[in-house]
């Protein structure tokens, strides 16, 4: 069966370092529950659309972030940074499909690649889009992805020609509703972007160390202003704020696979006083360390 639970493994720069499907189909079929692990700020060459299927999640990509309900779906266009999160209290799944433009486009001469993927990869308008059942168009596309995602799951002989053609329909609608691009770009949004993957590679790259401001911002010739307000417009939080989480994420990894105590999980993970690393592990987490690996194990 084509059908797993997604992990959101990353290189230095924030992009996905899985490999979703095989080079011959190159899909892959995920489900996830976020009551149990967010889906931490990423971005991928992948093609990405998905359906909330059950509870509320708070979706961010690029500079926009919105609660998507159960029966909602999204989006996302390749190199798009983007997370997710429950955004209620109750329990929060959704599940995904992640492919390669070349799925739909063949090899990039072809005219389904040149008509169809390419003005769509290349499309402003499209870096990000909220589906809802609301518009015809949008339920249909809904519908395409739910019919995709059971065919990958499934795996009878000749899925993937019912799981093409759903995902090329999908394409043809989003090409055909988008808005034209403009012929002028947001210049700001894409140095932000790009200033973006800079400092989060510098600061996976330099996790344990002590991290400041200052460091991050000179990691991407930033003054300390620019880099705080680079990181609002982008992902909605302050560079001090975004490493204590991507360390607390990186702590909660090791606890679930690695037997290491919590003093050595705090320091490998850039804290070096143990009583902190609880008090802030509590606070994002809603558990201390030890519970938390006692739980998500049993």
Excluded at 287 to 293: A, G, I, N, Q, V
Aim: proline fraction near 5%; glycine fraction near 8%.
């Amino acid at each position: 069966m084509a059908l797993s639970p997604c992990n959101t493994a990353t290189d230095p720069t924030g992009r996905e370092l899985v490999k979703h499907g095989s080079v011959p189909f190159p899909i892959a079929c995920y489900h996830d529950d976020l009551t149990r692990a967010e889906v931490p700020w990423h971005w991928h060459e992948e093609w990405e659309a998905a359906i909330i299927t059950e509870g509320s999640a708070l979706v961010c990509a690029g500079q926009e972030k919105r609660i998507i309900r159960a029966g909602e779906g999204f989006f996302i266009n390749s190199g798009v940074l983007h997370g997710a999160w429950n955004a209620g209290s109750g329990s929060c799944r959704f599940h995904s499909l992640v492919f390669h433009p070349r799925l739909v486009g063949g090899s990039l001469d072809s005219v389904f690649y040149q008509s169809y993927c390419y003005p769509l990869l290349e499309n402003p308008a499209g870096k990000w889009l909220l589906l809802t059942s609301q518009t015809v168009w949008q339920r249909e596309i809904l519908d395409d992805i739910e019919s995709a995602w059971q065919e990958v799951r499934g795996e009878k002989p000749g899925y993937e020609f019912h799981v093409r053609a759903c995902l090329s329909q999908v394409v043809f609608s989003l090409g055909r509703h988008l808005p034209e691009p403009r012929q002028e770009t947001n210049g700001k949004a894409l140095r932000d972007g790009e200033r973006m993957k800079t400092m989060l590679s510098f600061i996976h790259n330099h996790c344990p160390e002590a991290l400041t401001m200052e460091s991050i911002a000179a990691s991407a010739a930033l003054s300390e202003s620019e880099c705080l307000r680079c990181f609002r417009n982008t992902i909605g939080t302050t560079p001090i704020q975004y490493v204590k989480q991507y360390r607390i994420q990186q702590a909660a990894r090791l606890l679930l696979s690695t037997q290491d105590n919590i003093s050595d999980v705090a320091a490998a993970c850039g804290f070096q006083d143990a009583s902190y690393f609880t008090k802030t592990f509590r606070e994002l987490k809603g558990r201390t360390p030890s519970r938390y690996r006692e739980e998500s194990k049993a």
